[in-house]
């Protein structure tokens, strides 16, 4: 079992950047694959980016693809969004998922995510 907290959300001008950090517990870090999800106000939740186990394979949602950069240090149990060119529409509670993957493969699909953090708040102003 894997425990996460989000950290580094907050209030941030239309075109400003903002990094959030996932921080997992556990010795086993390197073997979830990993994920970012947000939920605007009134939307449901949706995919944003994963990670593979390894690092080596990531997945992004068009709309945050070649803006937002997700990354993980396995040593330090921890995985990150780089978010860059933030846009109102970024508005939203972002949630960072694991899985216990058999392959070194990322996903997009929430059903398979066992693990969820509590959340953390971003908001773009415009």
């Known amino acids: 079992q894997v425990q996460l907290v989000e950290s580094g959300g907050g209030l941030v001008q239309a075109g400003g950047s903002l990094r959030l950090s996932c921080a997992a517990s556990g010795r086993t870090f390197s073997t979830y694959v990993m994920g970012w999800f947000r939920q605007a106000p009134g939307k449901e939740r949706e995919f944003v980016a994963s990670?593979?186990?390894?690092?080596?394979?990531?997945y992004y949602a068009d709309s945050v693809k070649g803006r937002f950069t997700c990354s993980r240090d396995n040593a330090k149990n921890t995985m990150y969004l780089q978010m860059n060119s933030l846009k109102p529409e970024d508005t939203a509670v972002y949630y960072c998922?694991?899985?216990?993957?058999?392959?070194?493969?990322?996903?997009?699909?929430?059903?398979?995510?066992?693990?969820w953090g509590q959340g953390t708040q971003v908001t773009v102003s415009s």
């Open positions: 990670i593979s186990r390894s690092g080596a394979n990531r």
């Open positions: 998922a694991a899985d216990l993957a058999g392959t070194d493969s990322a996903y997009r699909r929430e059903l398979l995510y066992d693990y």
